[in-house]
């Protein structure tokens, strides 16, 4: 089956750093880009950031951007999210997603999501 | 970046009647050269992530109902579900992968009415 799960979030005072992760089965991670996208409480989606298959290319929202850092280690089937200078703003649920585009192109669009890991950024 | 705003913000259908989201886009998501609309919709149920229905605009993803179609072009596109069962009440979100940031629409409830 496959399947994206989520791990790390937590509460978090105000400018704190924050590392999520994403570990991923049941297909073989360095042949999709992956995403992380957020959902703050009662509010819509929002695209955080891309990684491609060997991490050659990232790409981020400006609203994380020199923040937030994604990475991937294919041999462990894991994604990860170091997030710095957290704020209220990063309050939200995080999901880790998979890019539809197999191999060396990618698409955007998303379809595999795991069930999302909560960050709370309060003091 | 390309604002994607839905109309209505919430919907109340009859079971068994059509159920129509719109979807405009702030900027052309058609790459003409390949003749493909970046669009794709997504159903997302309570406490639930969401899922993917439609991409491309109108290619529907495997697996999902045939009531369910997508409709449109360059920056105004439509989500149809022909005859709504009671289990397709959820938010629906449009979203554009023309370029980074891809960006979500602020979704659509559908209710039963």
């Known amino acids: 089956e496959v399947q994206l799960v989520e791990s790390g979030g937590v509460v978090v005072q105000p400018g704190g750093s924050l590392r999520l992760s994403c570990a991923a089965s049941g297909f073989t991670l360095d042949d999709y880009t992956m995403h992380w996208v957020r959902q703050p409480p009662g509010k819509s989606l929002e695209w955080v950031s891309l990684?491609?298959?060997?991490?050659?290319?990232?790409y981020y929202a400006d609203s994380v951007k020199g923040r937030f850092i994604i990475s991937r280690d294919n041999s462990k089937n894991s994604l990860h999210l170091q997030m710095n200078s957290l704020t209220t703003e990063d309050t939200a649920l995080y999901y880790c997603?998979?890019?539809?585009?197999?191999?060396?192109?990618?698409?955007?669009?998303?379809?595999?999501w795991g069930k999302g890991t909560t960050v709370s950024v309060s003091s | 970046d390309i604002v994607m705003t839905q109309s209505p913000d919430s919907l109340a259908v009859s079971l068994g009647e059509r159920a129509t989201i719109n979807c405009k886009s702030s900027q052309s998501v058609l790459y003409s050269s390949k003749n493909k609309n970046y669009l794709a919709w997504y159903q997302q149920k309570s406490g639930q992530p969401p899922k993917l229905l439609i991409f491309?605009?109108?290619t529907r993803e495997s697996g999902v109902p045939d009531r369910f179609s997508g409709s449109g072009s360059g920056t105004d596109f439509t989500l149809t579900i022909s005859s709504l069962q009671a289990e397709d009440v959820a938010v629906y979100y449009c979203?554009?992968?023309?370029?980074?940031?891809?960006?979500f629409g602020q979704g659509t409830k559908l209710e039963i009415k």
């Open positions: 997603a998979r890019d539809a585009g197999f191999g060396s192109s990618w698409y955007g669009y998303m379809d595999v």
């Open positions: 990684i491609t298959r060997y991490g050659s290319s990232t």
């Open positions: 491309w605009a109108s």
């Open positions: 979203q554009q992968y023309y370029f980074t940031p891809y960006t």
